[in-house]
């Protein structure tokens, strides 16, 4: 994946940050299990994301990879701070 961006209505939004690869690995054994290494793919951060249905777009080697996000979608996706 080179890019993502964000597709509805009101337009594309392209990402204000983006965040490479990165490794991890546990310092500390728990009950003596080695934690995995684990890798995290590339994180991109947006300002904002548009109201109601939208695409998020990959970019890749092979072309553009369209993943459609409803609104019901977005509200199991997406937890709210201090909803009650």
């Known amino acids: 994946m080179s890019s993502l961006s964000?597709?509805?209505r009101e337009g594309e939004i392209r990402p204000v940050a983006e965040?490479?690869?990165t490794l991890f690995l546990g310092t500390v054994p728990s009950h003596g299990i080695i934690p995995p290494?684990?890798?995290?793919y590339?994180?991109?951060l947006f300002d904002s994301?548009?109201?109601g249905d939208f695409d998020v777009v990959l970019h890749t080697n092979?072309?553009?990879?369209?993943?459609r996000i409803s609104e019901k979608d977005r509200a199991k996706l997406i937890p709210v701070?201090?909803?009650r």
């Open 6 to 8: 964000v597709r509805s």
């Open 19 to 21: 965040r490479r690869a």
């Open 37 to 40: 290494l684990r890798q995290r």
């Open 42 to 44: 590339p994180e991109f």
């Open 49 to 51: 994301l548009p109201k």
């Open 62 to 67: 092979q072309g553009l990879q369209h993943y």
């Open 81 to 83: 701070c201090n909803k």
